[in-house]
């Protein structure tokens, strides 16, 4: 059993004893160290806006919006599933198969559950296309959750760049088994710029990676 798998018998084990949140959706490592990134955001008074690439119904954006309420917050996604461009370079990559079914959602379905939707700006279709426009902004916190090779590699080519010094990018599913293009995109970003990252034992085995302070 690899280590993602071990975090996600725990906690299914823990939901069915507590009979209250599915288990996918309680995932406690992974709020709890965006809530101590967000506390060191504060803490040093580091600028810049949040964004999430892969919010789907918005289980973390929800997260995020709370830990950031003064923030300005880029929500990407197609809100259709992935992208068939993707698919095809993920399939061709031999990385997945690209099949997992993310249509069910919609803007007005996560906008209706942020606790400061006011901070919202949702930015719907196919990341990187959707960044058009946002070259001038800077950020203190992403979250990249896309599953797929290309939009992880887009994410961290469009983001690290206007990541204030101090700021922290979430890369989900670092050690998922279902997507080897995640960690192949971090590790092939890690080979052209000085970057590390800090893996944490959350259900998609997350890596951490934060800008030096400068
Ligand atoms: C695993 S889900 C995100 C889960 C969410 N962050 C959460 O915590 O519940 C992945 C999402 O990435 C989106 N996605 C993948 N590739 C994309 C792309 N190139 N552009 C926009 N959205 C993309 C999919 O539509 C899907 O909703």
Same mark, same amino acid.
């Given at each position: 059993?690899?280590?993602?798998?071990? %975090?996600? !018998?725990?906690?299914?084990? %823990?939901?069915?004893?507590?009979?209250?949140?599915?288990?996918?959706?309680?995932?406690?490592?992974?709020?709890?160290?965006?809530?101590?990134?967000?506390?060191?955001?504060?803490? *040093?008074?580091?600028?810049?806006?949040?964004?999430?690439?892969?919010?789907?119904?918005?289980?973390?954006?929800?997260?995020?919006?709370?830990?950031?309420?003064?923030?300005?917050?880029?929500?990407?996604?197609?809100?259709?599933?992935? *992208?068939?461009?993707?698919?095809? =370079?993920?399939? =061709?990559?031999?990385?997945?198969?690209?099949?997992? &079914?993310?249509?069910?959602?919609?803007? &007005?379905?996560?906008?209706?559950?942020?606790?400061?939707? *006011?901070?919202?700006?949702?930015?719907?279709? %196919?990341?990187?296309?959707?960044?058009?426009?946002?070259?001038?902004?800077?950020?203190?916190?992403?979250?990249?959750?896309?599953?797929? @090779?290309? +939009?992880?590699?887009?994410?961290?080519?469009?983001?690290?760049?206007?990541?204030?010094?101090?700021?922290?990018?979430?890369?989900?599913?670092?050690?998922?088994?279902?997507?080897?293009?995640?960690?192949?995109?971090?590790?092939?970003?890690?080979?052209?710029?000085?970057?590390? @990252?800090?893996?944490?034992?959350?259900?998609?085995?997350? !890596?951490?990676?934060?800008? +030096?302070?400068?």
């Amino acid at each position: 059993m690899n280590r993602q798998n071990r %975090y996600v !018998v725990e906690a299914h084990a %823990y939901t069915q004893r507590s009979k209250k949140l599915e288990w996918n959706r309680l995932d406690l490592v992974r709020r709890a160290t965006l809530d101590l990134a967000a506390e060191e955001i504060d803490r *040093h008074q580091i600028l810049g806006e949040i964004a999430e690439v892969g919010v789907f119904q918005g289980d973390f954006a929800v997260d995020l919006n709370r830990v950031f309420p003064h923030r300005k917050f880029f929500l990407f996604d197609t809100f259709s599933g992935f *992208h068939q461009n993707d698919i095809e =370079k993920e399939q =061709k990559r031999g990385f997945s198969d690209g099949k997992q &079914d993310f249509s069910q959602t919609s803007v &007005d379905l996560v906008k209706g559950r942020l606790l400061f939707p *006011h901070q919202a700006q949702f930015r719907p279709g %196919y990341f990187p296309q959707t960044a058009l426009g946002l070259e001038n902004e800077n950020f203190c916190f992403v979250s990249l959750d896309t599953d797929l @090779y290309d +939009p992880i590699i887009e994410g961290l080519r469009f983001f690290y760049p206007r990541l204030s010094p101090g700021g922290f990018i979430f890369v989900h599913d670092f050690h998922n088994d279902q997507y080897p293009g995640v960690r192949a995109a971090v590790e092939e970003y890690a080979l052209e710029n000085p970057i590390s @990252y800090l893996p944490i034992p959350d259900i998609g085995g997350s !890596v951490v990676i934060r800008k +030096p302070m400068g």
